[in-house]
């Protein structure tokens, strides 16, 4: 059976989290989709593989990592409000301000743990928690299978961050043109 990217990224978790060693859930869709990978996807673990290999009726195989979930916590104390934490945060699950403390918005937090390696001074923390779906805004979704709606909300809050950081590169460059 084939199926297209779009149906196998609908199955995916949508954090981002790049663990698969794709640029994202759809790109990873895509190598899926090719035959090119199949059990690289460690926040969706054994799930995910099942899930896939329902739609490609392949042989379920062990995933090749898995991930518990965890929330990133900030230490507030020692955040020094550089803002690199929320330019990795594909989510927006950040807030924050130049020179100001910045925190988790916990219940949009997916647990990529892409804002880890950026912070400078190793202020964010991953803590394991006991949810099993993230983030937590969709947990008590009217959806009857809340694993699917928390993917389809991260995924349309990935989507919309990148549209604002279209626009905002848009406007610099409008005002670099404007000043030539
Ligand atoms: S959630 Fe899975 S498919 Fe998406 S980027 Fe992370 S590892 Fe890759
Ligand atoms: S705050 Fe949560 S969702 Fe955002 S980058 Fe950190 S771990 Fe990922
Ligand atoms: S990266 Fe670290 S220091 Fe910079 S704003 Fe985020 S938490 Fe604070």
Known sequence: MT????????LLPQTQCRECGYDGCLPYAQAVATGEAYNLC???????VRDLATLLGKPLVAPAK????ALARIDETACIGCTACIRACPVDAIMGAGK???????????????C???????????????????????????????????AEH?????????????READERKAMLAERE
Do not use: W
């Open 3 to 10: 199926a297209t990217a779009a149906a196998i990224d609908r």
């Open 42 to 48: 460690a926040p969706g673990g054994a799930t995910v």
């Open 66 to 69: 898995t991930q518990a979930k």
């Open 100 to 114: 100001l403390m910045h925190t988790v918005i916990a219940d949009e937090c997916t647990g990529c743990g892409l």
């Open 116 to 150: 880890v390696a950026p912070c400078p001074v190793d202020c964010i923390h991953m803590q394991p928690v006991a949810d099993t779906v993230l983030p937590r805004a969709r947990r008590f979704s009217l959806s009857a299978d809340s694993r699917f709606a928390a």
């Open 154 to 166: 991260a995924r349309a809050r990935y989507l919309k961050r990148n549209e604002r950081k279209q």
